[in-house]
């Protein structure tokens, strides 16, 4: 009876604890937020619930029961700073999960700083219905609706299950945006696998205007790589073309004709085509992340400083003694900038979200070290170019301008020789007071 009273004075209380509960459990899951992103290859599905201050991650792909090969998903665009999950399939099918941490483009290695994520191995699995890789990572700021990711994979994993095995280059990668202010719904339930199509609606970088290269459909042509192409172009004609070009001319011209002209002219148009191609490098970056921040966009800053230094160097030279302090700057820096833009073009390829086929850096290796020979073969040339340049001291070296007007005075012989339009021998011409040469 006591028992009877009780229930009976208190059930409005309990019903309403029991209803206050409800409300709240209700209110927190129309809290949570969610966005999915689909590639050919995987799906992604995020979820942030801010009662535990945490996003839920789950990577479902159909493929499962045997190696697979490994997956990664890092924060940001670009690997350098990115916090870096790793999971792959082992083979007993049991599932590695391994939290990394990248300085640039190198395999990324353990992150023992970064904020904790919680590798959910114990959920993960991998069938034959297929691979979910589950884990969580906290998030402090408010859901945004431009959170970038990205993502690579290469179908070959580790041979081993240890977390810190180390994986090969990736054979796919690129980029893309989720939207954190989405409403989570029961369709998006938080660490559910999906093995089919997207589990809610993605916005990919891809498909838009901002950056990205992969989608569902394939690579882009949008604005981004538009302008990453047209930067590439320029910077490959003007640095692995037109300026090994003037190089080799001034290496075997000397000789043979009046080679300085040419050489000059090709360091201007070298140095219009890496302006235009900086310049472009700028428009994008302001779209798609920070001026500067990674190797391979400092080193073409000092590339194109290299460049008008160069140019700079060679115009003043022209008017100097020979081996002069400023013509062997000229020289040295030359070679220099040469060989920092086959190292630059080279990681600029790699950095590239489309992932150009690796074989494109070998073709760059391979056309330089045919530049590297072509020159070290014209150095064969030297001894007769000394010898050539003492003929020419012996009456009075004079500047690089006015041994090139003795040049085309000659025909592109050397004083001393049989000039091929004279059948005499050729004679100095007169200098006059300005330093120009008179006709004999």
């Excluded at 030279?317 to 700057?329: C, D, N, Q, V």
Aim: hydrophobic share 35%; glycine share 10%; net charge neutral.
């Amino acid at each position: 009876m006591a028992l009877g009273r009780f229930w009976n004075k208190n059930l409005g209380l309990v019903l309403a604890a029991i209803a206050c509960f409800l409300v709240s459990q209700a209110r927190s899951q129309n809290l949570r937020t969610a966005d999915s992103h689909c590639t050919t290859d995987f799906c992604l599905n995020a979820v942030y619930d801010p009662s535990k201050s945490v996003t839920d991650f789950t990577l479902s792909t159909t493929a499962g029961g045997q190696p697979i090969g490994w997956f990664g998903i890092g924060t940001g665009k670009t690997m350098a700073g990115s916090s870096i999950m790793v999971g792959w399939v082992n083979m007993d099918s049991s599932v590695t999960l391994s939290q990394r941490a990248a300085t640039g483009h190198q395999p990324p290695t353990i992150d023992a700083n970064g904020a904790a994520f919680t590798l959910d191995t114990a959920s993960s699995f991998s069938n034959s219905s297929g691979t979910s890789m589950r884990w969580s990572v906290p998030t402090t700021n408010a859901p945004s609706n431009s959170v970038q990711y990205m993502w690579a994979l290469n179908p070959t994993g580790p041979s081993s299950s240890a977390a810190d095995s180390s994986i090969q280059r990736h054979t796919k990668h690129g980029d893309f945006i989720l939207d954190m202010t989405k409403a989570y719904t029961d369709s998006q339930p938080s660490g559910s696998a999906s093995t089919g199509g997207s589990t809610g609606s993605s916005t990919s970088s891809s498909s838009s205007d901002s950056g990205g290269s992969y989608s569902s459909g394939g690579l882009i042509l949008n604005r981004y790589n538009r302008l990453v192409i047209a930067h590439m172009v320029f910077m490959a004609v003007g640095l692995l073309l037109i300026a090994p070009l003037a190089i080799l001319i001034a290496r075997w011209g000397r000789t043979y004709f009046s080679w300085f002209p040419t050489h000059r002219g090709l360091h201007f148009v070298t140095l219009v085509f890496v302006t235009i191609g900086f310049f472009i490098s700028i428009a994008f970056v302001e779209s798609a992340g920070e001026h500067f921040s990674n190797t391979h966009m400092r080193v073409g800053l000092a590339i194109f400083i290299l460049v008008i230094l160069q140019v700079i160097a060679g115009q003043l030279g022209h008017h100097t003694k020979k081996r002069s302090p400023l013509r062997l700057l000229h020289i040295f820096v030359g070679l220099v900038t040469v060989g920092l833009s086959v190292w630059n073009c080279s990681s600029g390829l790699e950095s590239w979200y489309w992932g150009p086929p690796e074989y494109s850096r070998y073709i760059i290796y391979g056309w330089t070290g045919l530049i590297g020979l072509l020159y070290l073969a014209g150095l064969v040339l030297l001894p007769k170019q000394l010898r050539e340049e003492k003929m020419r001291s012996d009456e009075g070296e004079g500047t690089q301008s006015q041994t090139d007007d003795r040049e085309k005075l000659n025909g592109g012989a050397f004083p001393g020789k049989v000039s091929t339009n004279n059948t005499q021998p050729s004679t100095p011409p007169d200098e006059g007071s300005d330093g120009r040469r008179e006709s004999a």
